[in-house]
Protein backbone atom coordinates (compact mmCIF):
# COMPACT_ATOMS: atom_id res chain seq x y z
CA UNK A 1 0.00 0.00 0.00
CA UNK A 2 1.09 3.27 -0.95
CA UNK A 3 1.71 6.10 1.84
CA UNK A 4 2.73 9.70 2.26
CA UNK A 5 3.33 10.82 5.85
CA UNK A 6 4.16 14.60 6.15
CA UNK A 7 5.56 16.03 9.57
CA UNK A 8 7.42 19.16 10.45
CA UNK A 9 4.62 21.75 10.59
CA UNK A 10 3.58 24.24 12.96
CA UNK A 11 3.46 27.91 13.94
CA UNK A 12 5.96 30.45 13.32
CA UNK A 13 6.80 34.09 13.08
CA UNK A 14 7.85 35.68 10.19
CA UNK A 15 11.70 35.44 9.49
CA UNK A 16 11.39 31.75 11.15
CA UNK A 17 12.44 28.46 9.93
CA UNK A 18 10.78 25.09 9.53
CA UNK A 19 11.42 21.72 7.72
CA UNK A 20 8.46 19.26 6.39
CA UNK A 21 9.69 16.05 6.09
CA UNK A 22 7.47 13.02 3.81
CA UNK A 23 8.03 9.57 4.64
CA UNK A 24 6.46 7.11 2.10
CA UNK A 25 5.96 3.67 2.25
CA UNK A 26 5.09 1.34 -0.87
CA UNK A 27 7.60 2.95 -3.01
CA UNK A 28 10.18 4.78 -3.17
CA UNK A 29 11.63 8.12 -4.56
CA UNK A 30 14.10 6.00 -6.97
CA UNK A 31 11.55 5.99 -9.05
CA UNK A 32 9.67 9.52 -9.00
CA UNK A 33 9.45 12.60 -8.71
CA UNK A 34 8.99 14.34 -5.34
CA UNK A 35 6.54 17.18 -4.56
CA UNK A 36 5.31 19.73 -2.23
CA UNK A 37 2.32 21.42 -3.22
CA UNK A 38 0.42 24.09 -0.52
CA UNK A 39 -3.22 25.17 -0.36
CA UNK A 40 -3.94 28.68 1.54
CA UNK A 41 -7.13 29.08 2.86
CA UNK A 42 -9.65 30.20 -0.22
CA UNK A 43 -7.04 30.06 -2.79
CA UNK A 44 -6.26 27.20 -5.31
CA UNK A 45 -3.65 24.44 -4.43
CA UNK A 46 -0.35 26.05 -6.20
CA UNK A 47 2.93 23.63 -6.72
CA UNK A 48 5.80 25.05 -4.33
CA UNK A 49 8.63 22.58 -5.37
CA UNK A 50 9.96 19.67 -6.88
CA UNK A 51 12.98 16.92 -7.49
CA UNK A 52 13.97 14.87 -9.94
CA UNK A 53 14.53 11.08 -8.86
CA UNK A 54 17.35 11.02 -12.27
CA UNK A 55 19.69 13.57 -10.87
CA UNK A 56 18.35 15.48 -8.62
CA UNK A 57 17.44 18.88 -10.43
CA UNK A 58 15.33 20.98 -8.64
CA UNK A 59 12.03 23.32 -9.81
CA UNK A 60 10.70 26.00 -7.38
CA UNK A 61 7.33 28.37 -7.48
CA UNK A 62 9.24 31.62 -7.73
CA UNK A 63 7.72 32.82 -4.65
CA UNK A 64 10.00 30.87 -2.59
CA UNK A 65 12.91 30.82 -4.62
CA UNK A 66 16.43 31.26 -2.43
CA UNK A 67 13.88 30.94 0.77
CA UNK A 68 12.85 26.94 0.38
CA UNK A 69 15.81 23.75 -0.71
CA UNK A 70 14.05 20.50 -1.51
CA UNK A 71 16.40 17.37 -1.26
CA UNK A 72 15.81 13.68 -0.45
CA UNK A 73 17.10 11.24 2.10
CA UNK A 74 19.95 9.14 1.55
CA UNK A 75 17.63 6.27 1.57
CA UNK A 76 15.32 7.79 -1.13
CA UNK A 77 12.11 6.95 1.44
CA UNK A 78 11.94 10.72 2.76
CA UNK A 79 11.90 13.98 1.16
CA UNK A 80 12.19 17.48 2.91
CA UNK A 81 11.13 20.72 2.22
CA UNK A 82 13.93 23.26 4.42
CA UNK A 83 12.02 26.80 4.68
CA UNK A 84 13.94 29.72 5.62
CA UNK A 85 13.18 33.22 6.19
CA UNK A 86 8.77 32.15 6.24
CA UNK A 87 6.64 34.70 5.54
CA UNK A 88 2.96 35.25 6.40
CA UNK A 89 2.25 34.67 2.15
CA UNK A 90 3.75 31.34 2.60
CA UNK A 91 0.82 30.16 5.35
CA UNK A 92 -1.38 27.12 4.28
CA UNK A 93 -1.43 22.99 4.18
CA UNK A 94 1.73 21.83 2.73
CA UNK A 95 0.98 18.39 0.73
CA UNK A 96 4.18 15.79 -0.61
CA UNK A 97 3.67 14.45 -3.84
CA UNK A 98 4.99 11.78 -5.85
CA UNK A 99 4.89 11.64 -9.57
CA UNK A 100 6.81 11.70 -13.33
CA UNK A 101 8.06 14.98 -14.84
CA UNK A 102 9.88 17.79 -13.41
CA UNK A 103 7.12 20.51 -13.47
CA UNK A 104 4.84 22.22 -10.69
CA UNK A 105 1.63 20.85 -12.20
CA UNK A 106 -0.31 18.90 -10.37
CA UNK A 107 -1.56 16.72 -13.41
CA UNK A 108 2.13 14.70 -12.86
CA UNK A 109 1.89 14.08 -9.84
CA UNK A 110 -0.57 10.84 -8.74
CA UNK A 111 0.18 9.80 -4.92
CA UNK A 112 -0.31 12.78 -2.20
CA UNK A 113 -0.09 13.03 1.73
CA UNK A 114 -2.83 14.58 3.93
CA UNK A 115 -0.92 17.62 4.63
CA UNK A 116 0.50 19.24 7.09
CA UNK A 117 -0.43 22.43 8.73
CA UNK A 118 2.36 25.93 7.90
CA UNK A 119 1.51 28.64 9.82
CA UNK A 120 3.86 31.90 9.58
CA UNK A 121 2.24 34.92 12.13
CA UNK A 122 3.36 37.24 14.71
Known amino acids: EVQLVESGGGLVQPGGSLRLSCTVS????????GGWFRQAPGKEREGVSC????????VYADSVKGRFTIFFNDARNTVYLQMNNLKPEDTGVYYC???????????????WGQGTQVTVSS
Open 26 to 33: GFTFDDYT
Open 51 to 58: ISNRDGST
Open 97 to 111: TAGRGLNLDGRDFFW
